[in-house]
């Protein structure tokens, strides 16, 4: 796979929370970081995704906010 987007994270997908358009995936990046991803469940269909899986999480943004309490 080639992407333009730098911002690639591998990780493991730990868990897929099905609604009735969309669902939530969750991938493990390791370090106690998760990322979660809101889709298309045919996204998940055709990419075959399923808990267990190896994946990557790739951010495209033109930018980035950061917040401190």
Request: aromatic share 2%; no cysteine.
């Amino acid at each position: 796979m080639k992407i333009s987007a730098r911002n690639q994270l591998k990780g493991k997908i730990v868990s897929i929370k099905t609604g009735s358009v969309n669902a939530i995936v969750h991938i493990d990046i390791g370090g106690g970081n998760v990322i979660t991803s809101t889709i298309s469940i045919s996204a998940v269909k055709e990419l075959g995704l399923e808990v267990g899986k190896d994946a990557y999480a790739i951010v495209k943004a033109t930018s980035v906010m950061i917040g401190v309490e």
